[in-house]
Protein backbone atom coordinates (compact mmCIF):
# COMPACT_ATOMS: atom_id res chain seq x y z
CA UNK A 1 0.00 0.00 0.00
CA UNK A 2 1.21 3.62 -0.70
CA UNK A 3 0.77 6.89 0.62
CA UNK A 4 -1.93 7.57 -1.61
CA UNK A 5 -3.99 4.55 -0.94
CA UNK A 6 -3.85 4.83 2.62
CA UNK A 7 -4.76 8.33 2.77
CA UNK A 8 -7.69 7.53 0.65
CA UNK A 9 -8.70 4.19 2.92
CA UNK A 10 -8.88 6.43 6.22
CA UNK A 11 -10.79 9.33 4.07
CA UNK A 12 -13.56 6.79 3.20
CA UNK A 13 -13.44 4.87 6.22
CA UNK A 14 -14.08 7.92 8.59
CA UNK A 15 -10.80 7.52 10.93
CA UNK A 16 -10.56 10.97 12.63
CA UNK A 17 -8.46 12.05 15.84
CA UNK A 18 -10.71 9.39 18.62
CA UNK A 19 -9.93 11.80 21.92
CA UNK A 20 -9.11 15.42 20.88
CA UNK A 21 -10.17 17.68 17.73
CA UNK A 22 -10.76 14.96 15.21
CA UNK A 23 -8.13 15.82 12.81
CA UNK A 24 -8.79 13.75 10.03
CA UNK A 25 -6.58 11.22 10.04
CA UNK A 26 -5.28 10.84 6.52
CA UNK A 27 -4.11 14.48 6.14
CA UNK A 28 -1.61 13.64 8.87
CA UNK A 29 -0.04 11.30 6.88
CA UNK A 30 3.51 12.79 5.69
CA UNK A 31 6.96 11.47 4.37
CA UNK A 32 8.16 14.56 5.95
CA UNK A 33 8.12 12.24 9.24
CA UNK A 34 11.17 10.52 10.26
CA UNK A 35 9.19 9.29 13.60
CA UNK A 36 6.06 8.49 14.45
CA UNK A 37 4.81 8.38 18.42
CA UNK A 38 1.60 6.30 19.87
CA UNK A 39 0.10 8.53 22.38
CA UNK A 40 -0.89 5.94 25.28
CA UNK A 41 0.35 9.02 28.14
CA UNK A 42 -3.94 8.94 28.85
CA UNK A 43 -3.76 13.09 29.62
CA UNK A 44 -6.61 13.84 31.29
CA UNK A 45 -6.86 12.50 35.05
CA UNK A 46 -9.73 9.70 35.28
CA UNK A 47 -9.71 8.92 31.69
CA UNK A 48 -8.43 5.02 31.32
CA UNK A 49 -9.32 3.87 27.77
CA UNK A 50 -6.13 4.34 25.99
CA UNK A 51 -4.23 1.82 28.38
CA UNK A 52 -7.35 -0.43 28.49
CA UNK A 53 -7.60 -0.69 24.72
CA UNK A 54 -3.56 -0.98 24.13
CA UNK A 55 -3.40 -3.85 26.72
CA UNK A 56 -6.54 -5.86 25.06
CA UNK A 57 -5.38 -4.86 21.32
CA UNK A 58 -1.82 -4.99 21.53
CA UNK A 59 -0.88 -6.79 18.68
CA UNK A 60 -3.36 -5.11 16.27
CA UNK A 61 -2.12 -1.78 17.21
CA UNK A 62 1.42 -2.37 16.94
CA UNK A 63 0.80 -4.13 13.43
CA UNK A 64 -1.56 -1.13 11.93
CA UNK A 65 1.08 1.24 13.28
CA UNK A 66 4.07 -0.32 12.07
CA UNK A 67 2.49 -0.20 8.29
CA UNK A 68 1.47 3.27 8.68
CA UNK A 69 5.45 3.92 9.38
CA UNK A 70 6.46 1.43 6.50
CA UNK A 71 4.11 3.34 4.54
CA UNK A 72 4.78 6.72 4.96
CA UNK A 73 8.86 6.11 5.48
CA UNK A 74 9.54 6.85 9.01
CA UNK A 75 12.60 5.47 10.90
CA UNK A 76 11.50 5.45 13.97
CA UNK A 77 8.29 4.43 16.34
CA UNK A 78 8.06 5.35 19.77
CA UNK A 79 5.28 4.17 22.14
CA UNK A 80 4.29 7.02 24.71
CA UNK A 81 3.23 4.63 27.88
CA UNK A 82 2.54 6.03 31.40
CA UNK A 83 5.53 4.29 32.93
CA UNK A 84 3.07 3.30 35.76
CA UNK A 85 0.89 1.43 33.33
CA UNK A 86 2.69 -1.89 34.05
CA UNK A 87 0.23 -4.32 32.39
CA UNK A 88 -0.14 -2.58 29.36
CA UNK A 89 3.65 -2.32 29.15
CA UNK A 90 3.76 -5.69 29.69
CA UNK A 91 1.38 -6.41 26.74
CA UNK A 92 3.18 -4.23 24.29
CA UNK A 93 6.46 -5.92 25.37
CA UNK A 94 5.40 -9.49 24.41
CA UNK A 95 4.85 -8.41 20.62
CA UNK A 96 7.57 -6.08 20.05
CA UNK A 97 10.20 -8.21 19.18
CA UNK A 98 8.80 -8.70 15.58
CA UNK A 99 9.68 -4.85 14.58
CA UNK A 100 13.19 -3.82 15.19
CA UNK A 101 12.18 0.15 15.05
CA UNK A 102 9.78 0.69 17.55
CA UNK A 103 10.57 1.75 21.34
CA UNK A 104 8.74 2.85 24.42
CA UNK A 105 9.25 5.53 25.95
CA UNK A 106 8.51 5.19 29.64
CA UNK A 107 6.48 8.51 30.49
CA UNK A 108 6.11 10.18 33.73
CA UNK A 109 2.69 10.68 35.53
CA UNK A 110 2.63 14.64 35.20
CA UNK A 111 -0.23 16.74 34.01
CA UNK A 112 -0.28 17.12 30.91
CA UNK A 113 2.00 14.55 29.59
CA UNK A 114 -0.42 13.48 26.37
CA UNK A 115 -0.01 17.31 25.05
CA UNK A 116 1.55 17.00 21.80
CA UNK A 117 4.23 18.82 22.23
CA UNK A 118 5.16 17.86 25.61
CA UNK A 119 5.01 14.15 24.59
CA UNK A 120 7.23 14.91 21.65
CA UNK A 121 9.90 16.41 23.89
CA UNK A 122 9.81 13.85 25.99
CA UNK A 123 10.19 10.85 23.68
CA UNK A 124 12.41 12.39 21.27
CA UNK A 125 13.99 16.00 23.02
CA UNK A 126 12.83 17.64 20.09
CA UNK A 127 11.09 21.30 20.35
CA UNK A 128 8.07 22.03 18.18
CA UNK A 129 7.83 25.58 17.37
CA UNK A 130 5.81 28.05 19.05
CA UNK A 131 2.65 27.60 16.95
CA UNK A 132 3.84 25.08 14.63
CA UNK A 133 2.93 21.09 13.56
CA UNK A 134 4.52 18.32 14.59
CA UNK A 135 6.00 17.46 11.35
CA UNK A 136 8.12 20.44 11.84
CA UNK A 137 10.52 18.46 13.94
CA UNK A 138 9.42 15.36 11.57
CA UNK A 139 7.12 13.76 14.36
CA UNK A 140 3.42 12.82 13.25
CA UNK A 141 1.61 11.57 16.75
CA UNK A 142 -1.73 9.32 16.92
CA UNK A 143 -3.61 8.24 19.49
CA UNK A 144 -4.23 4.28 20.42
CA UNK A 145 -7.56 4.41 19.63
CA UNK A 146 -7.37 6.25 16.10
CA UNK A 147 -4.94 3.47 15.56
CA UNK A 148 -7.36 0.54 16.36
CA UNK A 149 -9.66 2.06 14.11
CA UNK A 150 -7.24 1.93 11.41
CA UNK A 151 -6.54 -1.76 12.35
CA UNK A 152 -10.11 -2.51 12.25
CA UNK A 153 -10.18 -0.39 8.83
CA UNK A 154 -7.79 -2.62 7.44
CA UNK A 155 -9.58 -5.52 8.46
CA UNK A 156 -12.98 -4.04 6.49
CA UNK A 157 -14.65 -2.28 9.46
CA UNK A 158 -15.27 1.70 9.04
CA UNK A 159 -15.19 3.70 12.07
CA UNK A 160 -19.02 3.45 13.54
CA UNK A 161 -18.18 2.35 17.26
CA UNK A 162 -16.45 4.85 20.23
CA UNK A 163 -15.16 4.03 23.13
CA UNK A 164 -16.20 5.71 25.97
CA UNK A 165 -15.19 6.25 29.94
CA UNK A 166 -17.97 7.19 32.09
CA UNK A 167 -16.63 7.96 35.87
CA UNK A 168 -17.47 10.41 39.09
CA UNK A 169 -20.77 10.25 40.38
CA UNK A 170 -22.00 6.54 38.92
CA UNK A 171 -23.07 3.74 40.80
CA UNK A 172 -20.85 1.40 38.30
CA UNK A 173 -17.83 3.37 36.78
CA UNK A 174 -16.84 1.64 32.89
CA UNK A 175 -15.51 1.84 29.66
CA UNK A 176 -18.45 1.21 26.83
CA UNK A 177 -17.97 0.85 23.52
CA UNK A 178 -21.02 2.41 21.82
CA UNK A 179 -22.57 3.19 18.21
CA UNK A 180 -21.98 6.62 17.48
CA UNK A 181 -25.18 8.79 17.91
CA UNK A 182 -25.89 6.79 20.89
CA UNK A 183 -27.41 9.16 23.67
CA UNK A 184 -25.14 10.35 26.65
CA UNK A 185 -28.56 9.53 28.73
CA UNK A 186 -27.49 5.88 27.89
CA UNK A 187 -24.26 5.59 28.92
CA UNK A 188 -25.30 7.01 32.24
CA UNK A 189 -28.34 4.52 32.76
CA UNK A 190 -25.04 1.50 31.67
CA UNK A 191 -23.21 2.74 34.55
CA UNK A 192 -25.65 2.42 37.26
CA UNK A 193 -27.08 5.77 37.09
CA UNK A 194 -25.82 8.91 38.50
CA UNK A 195 -25.25 8.60 42.58
CA UNK A 196 -25.70 12.71 43.09
CA UNK A 197 -29.02 14.34 42.95
CA UNK A 198 -27.41 17.24 41.09
CA UNK A 199 -25.62 15.85 38.83
CA UNK A 200 -23.41 18.13 35.73
CA UNK A 201 -21.41 16.59 33.22
CA UNK A 202 -18.38 17.52 31.59
CA UNK A 203 -17.53 15.77 28.30
CA UNK A 204 -13.99 14.99 28.00
CA UNK A 205 -11.44 15.44 31.12
CA UNK A 206 -11.73 17.31 33.81
CA UNK A 207 -8.83 20.04 33.02
CA UNK A 208 -10.32 20.85 29.79
CA UNK A 209 -13.55 19.13 29.00
CA UNK A 210 -16.79 21.44 28.76
CA UNK A 211 -19.83 20.96 30.37
CA UNK A 212 -22.42 19.20 28.27
CA UNK A 213 -26.37 17.61 28.27
CA UNK A 214 -27.04 13.88 28.79
CA UNK A 215 -29.64 14.71 25.89
CA UNK A 216 -26.37 15.19 22.96
CA UNK A 217 -24.79 12.42 21.30
CA UNK A 218 -21.67 10.10 21.68
CA UNK A 219 -19.33 11.07 18.62
CA UNK A 220 -16.10 9.99 17.00
CA UNK A 221 -13.94 12.63 19.44
CA UNK A 222 -16.13 11.70 22.73
CA UNK A 223 -13.60 9.98 25.09
CA UNK A 224 -15.06 10.24 28.35
CA UNK A 225 -18.44 11.74 30.55
CA UNK A 226 -17.49 12.57 33.88
CA UNK A 227 -20.68 12.95 35.99
CA UNK A 228 -20.21 15.89 39.54
CA UNK A 229 -22.00 17.48 42.42
CA UNK A 230 -23.34 20.19 40.38
CA UNK A 231 -21.61 22.86 43.03
CA UNK A 232 -18.21 20.98 42.42
CA UNK A 233 -15.52 23.31 41.92
CA UNK A 234 -14.14 22.13 38.69
CA UNK A 235 -18.85 22.91 37.49
CA UNK A 236 -18.27 26.02 38.85
CA UNK A 237 -15.05 27.15 37.72
CA UNK A 238 -16.32 25.73 34.15
CA UNK A 239 -19.39 28.09 34.50
CA UNK A 240 -18.16 31.27 35.56
CA UNK A 241 -18.56 34.21 33.38
CA UNK A 242 -15.48 36.06 31.93
CA UNK A 243 -16.41 39.64 32.68
CA UNK A 244 -16.54 38.33 36.19
CA UNK A 245 -13.16 36.81 35.69
CA UNK A 246 -11.30 39.73 34.77
CA UNK A 247 -12.90 41.71 37.52
CA UNK A 248 -11.57 39.41 39.86
CA UNK A 249 -8.09 39.41 37.84
CA UNK A 250 -7.94 42.91 38.67
CA UNK A 251 -8.53 42.90 42.38
CA UNK A 252 -6.99 40.27 43.31
CA UNK A 253 -4.23 39.70 40.40
CA UNK A 254 -0.66 39.53 43.42
CA UNK A 255 1.93 39.10 40.50
CA UNK A 256 3.15 35.87 41.96
CA UNK A 257 4.54 33.85 38.53
CA UNK A 258 3.23 30.35 39.51
CA UNK A 259 0.76 30.23 36.39
CA UNK A 260 3.75 31.15 33.69
CA UNK A 261 6.62 29.25 36.17
CA UNK A 262 4.63 26.01 35.93
CA UNK A 263 3.06 26.35 32.12
CA UNK A 264 4.15 23.56 30.36
CA UNK A 265 4.48 25.66 26.84
CA UNK A 266 6.57 28.06 28.65
CA UNK A 267 8.75 25.75 30.38
CA UNK A 268 9.33 24.22 26.61
CA UNK A 269 10.41 27.94 25.05
CA UNK A 270 6.84 28.90 23.94
CA UNK A 271 6.04 32.55 24.28
CA UNK A 272 3.48 32.46 26.32
CA UNK A 273 3.41 34.49 29.64
CA UNK A 274 0.10 33.94 31.43
CA UNK A 275 1.45 36.30 34.40
CA UNK A 276 2.14 39.17 32.32
CA UNK A 277 -1.08 39.09 30.32
CA UNK A 278 -2.87 39.12 33.21
CA UNK A 279 -1.22 41.94 34.22
CA UNK A 280 -1.59 44.10 30.97
CA UNK A 281 -5.47 42.66 30.62
CA UNK A 282 -6.43 43.42 34.11
CA UNK A 283 -4.87 46.81 34.48
CA UNK A 284 -5.90 48.02 30.87
CA UNK A 285 -2.17 48.30 29.00
CA UNK A 286 -2.15 48.44 25.55
CA UNK A 287 1.31 50.36 24.65
CA UNK A 288 2.54 46.92 24.11
CA UNK A 289 0.76 44.18 22.31
CA UNK A 290 3.05 41.23 22.85
CA UNK A 291 1.61 39.57 25.88
CA UNK A 292 -1.73 39.98 23.80
CA UNK A 293 -0.84 38.42 21.00
CA UNK A 294 1.25 35.66 22.74
CA UNK A 295 -2.45 34.36 23.68
CA UNK A 296 -2.04 32.25 20.35
CA UNK A 297 0.28 30.38 22.13
CA UNK A 298 -1.88 29.16 25.01
CA UNK A 299 -3.12 25.40 24.21
CA UNK A 300 -5.82 25.51 27.47
CA UNK A 301 -4.06 22.81 29.17
CA UNK A 302 -5.87 25.17 32.28
CA UNK A 303 -3.04 24.09 34.95
CA UNK A 304 -2.52 28.14 35.05
CA UNK A 305 -6.57 28.49 36.64
CA UNK A 306 -6.89 24.95 38.07
CA UNK A 307 -4.15 24.52 39.90
CA UNK A 308 -1.18 27.28 39.96
CA UNK A 309 -3.12 30.35 41.09
CA UNK A 310 -3.12 30.43 44.58
CA UNK A 311 -5.98 33.34 44.40
CA UNK A 312 -8.36 30.63 42.02
CA UNK A 313 -8.14 33.05 39.33
CA UNK A 314 -8.65 32.44 35.62
CA UNK A 315 -5.79 33.19 33.35
CA UNK A 316 -6.78 30.02 30.83
CA UNK A 317 -10.10 31.40 30.03
CA UNK A 318 -9.56 35.10 30.13
CA UNK A 319 -6.55 34.33 27.24
CA UNK A 320 -8.66 32.15 25.13
CA UNK A 321 -11.33 35.19 25.33
CA UNK A 322 -8.51 37.23 24.40
CA UNK A 323 -7.56 35.05 21.35
CA UNK A 324 -10.86 34.44 20.10
CA UNK A 325 -11.37 38.19 19.78
CA UNK A 326 -8.10 38.35 17.89
CA UNK A 327 -9.01 36.09 15.55
CA UNK A 328 -12.90 37.18 14.79
CA UNK A 329 -10.65 40.48 13.90
CA UNK A 330 -8.38 38.86 11.43
CA UNK A 331 -5.61 39.20 13.57
CA UNK A 332 -2.92 36.22 12.78
CA UNK A 333 -0.31 35.00 15.38
CA UNK A 334 3.52 36.12 15.44
CA UNK A 335 6.70 34.49 14.29
CA UNK A 336 8.30 33.95 17.74
CA UNK A 337 12.21 33.79 18.22
CA UNK A 338 12.78 30.14 19.55
CA UNK A 339 13.95 30.21 23.22
CA UNK A 340 15.53 27.38 25.16
CA UNK A 341 14.25 25.06 27.04
CA UNK A 342 13.80 26.15 30.81
CA UNK A 343 16.40 24.24 33.15
CA UNK A 344 14.04 24.46 35.61
CA UNK A 345 11.07 22.54 33.96
CA UNK A 346 12.40 18.85 35.10
CA UNK A 347 11.07 20.29 38.85
CA UNK A 348 8.22 22.02 37.86
CA UNK A 349 5.83 19.08 36.06
CA UNK A 350 2.59 18.81 37.95
CA UNK A 351 1.91 15.03 39.76
CA UNK A 352 -1.12 13.78 38.69
CA UNK A 353 -2.17 12.79 41.79
CA UNK A 354 -1.68 16.26 43.08
CA UNK A 355 -3.73 17.46 40.33
CA UNK A 356 -6.52 15.45 41.28
CA UNK A 357 -6.17 16.02 44.73
CA UNK A 358 -6.25 19.83 44.22
CA UNK A 359 -9.66 19.49 41.97
CA UNK A 360 -11.20 17.30 44.38
CA UNK A 361 -11.21 14.05 42.41
CA UNK A 362 -8.89 11.74 44.00
CA UNK A 363 -12.50 9.95 45.62
CA UNK A 364 -13.29 9.54 41.77
CA UNK A 365 -9.86 7.81 40.88
CA UNK A 366 -11.32 4.28 40.37
CA UNK A 367 -10.95 1.61 37.88
CA UNK A 368 -13.27 1.59 35.38
CA UNK A 369 -12.63 -1.75 33.25
CA UNK A 370 -14.41 -1.86 29.81
CA UNK A 371 -18.05 -3.71 29.73
CA UNK A 372 -19.49 -5.49 26.97
CA UNK A 373 -22.69 -3.82 28.20
CA UNK A 374 -24.62 -2.53 25.27
CA UNK A 375 -27.02 0.56 25.43
CA UNK A 376 -30.64 -0.52 24.33
CA UNK A 377 -32.20 2.81 23.17
CA UNK A 378 -33.75 2.55 20.10
CA UNK A 379 -32.42 5.92 18.02
CA UNK A 380 -29.34 7.31 16.97
CA UNK A 381 -28.62 10.95 16.25
CA UNK A 382 -25.48 10.71 14.09
CA UNK A 383 -23.99 14.42 13.63
CA UNK A 384 -22.97 15.40 10.22
CA UNK A 385 -19.74 17.30 11.96
CA UNK A 386 -17.64 15.18 14.13
CA UNK A 387 -14.08 15.78 12.97
CA UNK A 388 -12.09 19.08 11.88
CA UNK A 389 -12.83 20.64 8.73
CA UNK A 390 -15.94 20.41 6.16
CA UNK A 391 -18.92 18.32 7.19
CA UNK A 392 -19.81 15.41 5.45
CA UNK A 393 -22.95 15.65 3.13
CA UNK A 394 -25.74 13.33 3.94
CA UNK A 395 -26.13 11.00 1.15
CA UNK A 396 -29.42 9.24 2.65
CA UNK A 397 -33.18 10.36 2.62
CA UNK A 398 -36.21 9.57 5.41
CA UNK A 399 -37.64 5.83 5.16
CA UNK A 400 -34.12 4.57 3.68
CA UNK A 401 -32.60 1.35 5.26
CA UNK A 402 -29.41 1.32 6.08
CA UNK A 403 -26.70 -1.42 7.15
CA UNK A 404 -23.95 -1.33 9.47
CA UNK A 405 -21.00 -0.08 7.90
CA UNK A 406 -22.86 1.86 5.07
CA UNK A 407 -21.59 5.25 4.08
CA UNK A 408 -24.64 7.91 4.82
CA UNK A 409 -22.52 10.83 4.49
CA UNK A 410 -19.86 11.07 2.26
CA UNK A 411 -16.63 13.82 2.62
CA UNK A 412 -17.06 17.19 1.47
CA UNK A 413 -14.88 17.10 -2.12
CA UNK A 414 -12.26 18.93 -2.19
CA UNK A 415 -11.91 19.69 1.49
CA UNK A 416 -10.68 18.65 4.82
CA UNK A 417 -13.52 15.66 5.52
CA UNK A 418 -14.14 11.81 6.10
CA UNK A 419 -17.06 9.64 5.38
CA UNK A 420 -19.52 8.50 7.77
CA UNK A 421 -20.84 5.33 8.10
CA UNK A 422 -23.97 3.81 9.91
CA UNK A 423 -22.98 2.28 13.14
CA UNK A 424 -26.17 -0.37 12.72
CA UNK A 425 -28.66 -1.64 10.32
CA UNK A 426 -31.15 0.98 10.81
CA UNK A 427 -34.07 3.19 9.29
CA UNK A 428 -33.48 6.72 8.40
CA UNK A 429 -35.77 8.76 10.42
CA UNK A 430 -34.85 12.16 9.29
CA UNK A 431 -31.88 14.16 8.07
CA UNK A 432 -31.44 17.84 8.62
CA UNK A 433 -27.83 19.84 7.50
CA UNK A 434 -26.85 18.73 10.63
CA UNK A 435 -27.88 15.31 11.86
CA UNK A 436 -29.42 11.90 10.59
CA UNK A 437 -31.35 10.15 12.59
CA UNK A 438 -31.53 6.39 12.76
CA UNK A 439 -33.98 4.02 14.10
CA UNK A 440 -31.99 1.08 14.91
CA UNK A 441 -33.73 -2.65 13.41
CA UNK A 442 -34.63 -5.14 16.17
CA UNK A 443 -31.90 -7.66 16.48
Known amino acids: MNITELKALLREGGVVGAGGAGFPSYAKLDERADTLILNCAECEPLLKLHQQLLEQHAEEILRAFDLIAKTIGAKSVILGIKKHYKQTIEAVEQHMAAYSNMSICRLPAVYPAGDE ?103 RTTNAVLVLPDDHLLIEKKQAKPFVDMKRAMAACCQCNYC ?63 KTGLRQ ?82 AAENALSVNIHAPVNATVESVSDSVITLMKEDA
Open 117 to 219: VVLIYEATGRVVPAGGLPIAVGVTVFNVETILNVANLLGGKPVTHKYVTVAGEVANPATFKVPVGTAISELIELAGGTTTPHPSYLMGGPMMGRIGSVHEPVT
Open 260 to 322: TDLCPRHMLGHPIEPHKFMLYASNGITNDATPYLNSFYCVSCGLCELYSCGQGLAPRTLLAAC
Open 329 to 410: NGIKPPAPEAQPVNPARDYRRVPMNRLMARLGLTAYDKPAPLSDAEPSGKQLRVLLSQHIGAPAKAVVAAGDKVTAGQVIAE
